[in-house]
């Protein structure tokens, strides 16, 4: 059986992490190797609609099945760590049909930074990963906080935190700071101001470095 790699995409609101994955899930089926992509939220899911509710709804047009607008975060972060740990199963699945890569556009990297910038104790987050699958390389999109919100608008619809430009910033400077290092998991910082063609370049030469991608499969 194939030992599934998992790559993660993480970045602050409206970096492009939808764009690049997209490009390095097709560059990885070009080259012959089956890959899956994915993304968290799942909104198809009864967790993730329940995500979502919270995210895009206003409080004054909210459906009487979504979670109430002002729900505690303890209780959001449950419902987030329930979304990708329905999905472990699935992840075993695609490890026994012999997928080579998992490309997840956002993942437990981005509930950790977004939970410790919400105020919740490190080791509770961690422990609500304890399960799941670790990624086998993060990749991060870095742009400045100014760029997110000047990108609001061209990219889907925005969320309740795409517009809070300190939360953003906040989380920008939790995900370049040294603090999760020591996770075990290996980390890549890409320049995210660079054109689309040159960042997916970068990822594609580190990716093929990392995990010894040949293109002649």
Request: aromatic share 10%; charged share 30%.
């Amino acid at each position: 059986m194939i030992n599934i790699k998992i790559i993660s995409f993480t970045a602050i609101d409206k970096a492009g992490k939808h764009t690049q994955s997209n490009l390095l899930h097709e560059y990885l089926l070009k080259c012959g190797y089956k890959s899956v992509k994915s993304e968290f939220h799942d909104y198809q899911s009864p967790t993730g609609k329940l995500i979502q509710g919270y995210l895009y709804a206003k409080q004054e047009d909210r459906p009487s099945h979504v979670i109430p607008y002002n729900v505690s975060k303890e209780t959001i972060e449950l419902i987030m760590a329930a979304d990708k740990q329905a999905k472990q199963d699935w992840f075993n699945d695609l490890e026994k049909r012999g997928v080579d890569f998992l490309i997840l556009d956002r993942y437990i990297l981005d509930q950790l930074v977004y939970g410790l910038n919400a105020g919740h104790d490190e080791e509770w987050l961690l422990s609500l990963q304890s399960k799941m699958r670790q990624p086998d390389l993060e990749i991060v999109i870095d742009i400045p906080a100014e760029e997110s919100i000047r990108r609001r608008g061209k990219h889907g619809a925005n969320d309740r935190y795409e517009s809070d430009y300190n939360f953003l910033n906040d989380i920008r400077h939790t995900l370049l700071s040294d603090k999760f290092t020591n996770r075990g998991t290996y980390r890549i910082i890409f320049n995210g101001m660079q054109s689309v063609e040159d960042i997916h370049k970068d990822i594609v030469e580190a990716v093929t470095r990392h995990f010894e991608v040949s293109n002649e499969q």
